[in-house]
C-alpha cells in the first residue's frame, strides 16, 4: 500500500520543482525581452548616426548567451509545457534580428537564417524556434520598418522610403492569408501593421505633394508633428 505521506511528498517535490523552472524562464524571457529592445534602439541609433552597429552587435551576442541559459529548462517536453512563458522573448529577437538583417541586406529575414542563430558547429539546434514565433516576430518588425521609413522620408530619400512602404503591404497581403487560414492570433498584429502602412503612405505623400512648399530645414519638424497628430487620433479610437 502507497504510504500517502511518501505520495504527497513527492508530489510537493515536483510542484516545487515546476514552479522554480517557471520562475527561471520567466525571469530569463524577461532579460532577453529587454535586451532585444535594447539590441533595437541600438540599431535605429546606428542606422540614424551612419555609425557601426558594434553595440547591437554586443547586445545580440549578450542575448545568445541569456537563450542558452533558458535551453537547460525547456528541453524536451519542456519546451511545449512552458511556451507560453518565453515564446514572447523569441518574438522580440526575431523582431530585432529581422531588424538588422534588412538594414544589412534590405529583404526580410528567412526561418533558417533565424534557425543558424541556435545552432552548434556542426549544424545541430540547441533550441527550437517555432514558425509562429518566426511568423508574430516578424509582424512586430514591421513596426521597426514604420519608424525607420518615418526617418528616412525625413531625410528626402523618397524612394527608400517607397521600397520600406511596398514591403510593407507585401507582409501585409501576406499575413492576412496566413491570419485567416493558419495563425488566428495573428489577426490581433494586423491593425498595427495597417496603421504602420498609413503613417509610411502619408509620410511619403507629404514629402512628395507638399515637401516643396517647406524649406528642408522644417521637413523633420512638419514629419514629426504629422506622426505625434497620427498616434494621438489611434489612441483616442
Known sequence: MLDPQVFFTECRDILDNHYDRRERIIKVTRDI???SKKMIFALHRAAQGNNKY??????QAEIIQLFKKLAEDIQGLNYFRYSKSFSG????FIEGVAFYHF????TVIRKDQVDDFFKNEDGTMWIKVTINDYILGLADFTGELMRH????VSTGKYDQAMVICKLLRKIDTDFELIASTYLPQLNKKLSTLKASIKKVEQACYTFQIRG?????????SIIKNHQERYEQDQ???
Do not use: R
Not at 54 to 59: I, L, M, P, V, Y
Open 212 to 220: 516643396s512648399e517647406y524649406p528642408k530645414d522644417m521637413y523633420l
Open 149 to 152: 521609413a518615418i526617418y528616412v
Open 89 to 92: 522573448g523569441f518574438e522580440e
Open 33 to 35: 525581452t529587454a535586451q
Open 103 to 106: 538594414l544589412m541586406h534590405q
Open 54 to 59: 558594434k553595440e547591437a552587435d554586443q547586445k
Open 235 to 237: 489612441q483616442s479610437i
